[in-house]
């Protein structure tokens, strides 16, 4: 099974309205990332945060990581029509090079 | 534009038959990892390979095989393919091997097998 689970699987929301989204995960983590995928397209990183750090941002983007809960979030403040996409976050164990995806939520941002 | 190229964009092809999926990597990195993506699966992590060695294995078939090459591009080769192994296939690249290496990703193979 997945590593990560994310929710909501689905958000709509209008442009310039904050969108969070959530991802859990099961075991414990190196670091955690976060990727964007327009529809049938690749992948697109976004913002990594490592297992000893709180909470990291990166222009719109804010992510917070809580171990204890083994839980991260993932905001998108102002959103924008181009904003729409699907947001997965990414696990990477402590004892693998490999990443575990969550089953991604899909933002839809209505002008 | 991430820098990595993936050959070919479509492919379609019967059940029982065997394909290969080719990637080239940003210039400079040396690991490639493969990924599939299904509507069923999600997303899941296949196999990396860092400056032509096998480092790490996922949820790869035994139907399936990958390597990397000399010049580091990396061929997926998937054999006697069944209706399920429709999907999209990424590949993505890395500098290092490394837990902070950021991977960028290819624009994807999808496979339709009939």
């Known amino acids: 099974s997945q590593q990560g689970e994310e929710d909501p699987q689905a958000l709509s929301i209008q442009e310039g309205e904050n969108a969070t989204m959530n991802c859990s995960y099961k075991?414990?983590?190196?670091?955690l990332q976060w990727y964007r995928q327009n529809s049938g397209r690749g992948l697109v990183h976004l913002i990594l945060?490592?297992?000893?750090?709180r909470e990291k941002h990166s222009g719109r983007l804010r992510v917070t990581l809580d171990t204890s809960k083994k839980s991260s979030s993932l905001l998108i403040t102002a959103s924008r029509a181009a904003d729409t996409a699907s947001y997965f976050c990414?696990?990477?164990?402590?004892?693998?090079?490999?990443?575990?995806f969550g089953s991604g939520t899909r933002l839809l941002v209505r002008p | 534009d991430s820098g990595v190229t993936q050959t070919p964009k479509h492919l379609i092809t019967a059940t029982g038959q065997r394909v290969t999926l080719r990637c080239s990597p940003r210039?400079?990195?040396?690991?490639v990892y493969w990924y599939q993506q299904s509507l069923d699966q999600g997303l899941q992590f296949l196999i990396q390979?860092?400056?032509?060695?096998?480092?790490a294995k996922g949820n790869i078939l035994e139907r399936f095989s990958a390597q990397q090459f000399p010049d580091l591009h990396s061929e997926l080769n998937l054999s006697s393919l069944e209706l399920g192994d429709s999907a999209l296939y990424f590949c993505?690249?890395?500098?290092?091997?490394?837990?902070?290496?950021?991977?960028?990703f290819g624009p994807g193979t999808r496979l339709t097998v009939t």
């Open positions: 210039s400079g990195d040396l690991s």
């Open positions: 993505a690249s890395s500098v290092g091997s490394g837990d902070t290496y950021e991977q960028y």
């Open positions: 945060i490592r297992s000893n750090e």
């Open positions: 390979y860092y400056n032509g060695e096998e480092r």
């Open positions: 990414a696990a990477r164990m402590d004892s693998s090079y490999k990443l575990i």
């Open positions: 075991t414990s983590i190196n670091n």
